[in-house]
């Protein structure tokens, strides 16, 4: 039996302020094949995923705070308890527009590294239309620039 205790996971944080911890794939003990999941915690004001898309299907299921989730040309404001499925290939954002942190838990499969992570802390992640899709009017603006510290 392995089990992995969140609280224990020291993760990794990003540029575009947030923290990733992985419990399922990636850097955790725990391995699988057919999905990886893990908790972000998006920094108030501003914290984000950034858009990206990848070949995984994707979940995200937001414990705490107020987003703006962008998939595709949609934009919608995401609460505590609610869950938004992400297909294919399919373009997406979470902001966080609260006051307060945003905590999410992710799934995606099959298992796997996803490119954005990368992109993003080389500071080499595509820009929103320009080489990739625009974000929906009125989105929060997509992240692409890595500080300094994570160059």
Request: overall charge negative; glycine content about 10%.
């Amino acid at each position: 039996m392995i089990i992995s205790d969140l609280n224990e996971t020291e993760g990794r944080r990003f540029p575009a302020r947030r923290l990733t911890k992985n419990i399922v794939g990636g850097s955790s003990s725990i391995e699988a094949e057919n999905f990886s999941l893990g908790m972000v915690t998006l920094d108030p004001k501003g914290g984000q995923v950034p858009w990206h898309n990848h070949e995984q299907e994707e979940i995200y299921l937001v414990l705490e705070g107020t987003g703006e989730i962008c998939v595709g040309e949609e934009r919608k404001e995401i609460q505590p308890g609610q869950t938004v499925y992400i297909s294919s290939n399919e373009f997406h954002q979470l902001t966080n527009i609260g006051e307060e942190p945003l905590k999410f838990i992710y799934c995606y499969g099959p298992a796997g590294d996803v490119a954005h992570w990368r992109q993003e802390l080389e500071g080499t992640l595509p820009r929103e239309g320009q080489e990739v899709p625009s974000l929906p009017k009125g989105a929060w603006p997509q992240c692409t620039e890595a500080a300094d510290e994570y160059k």
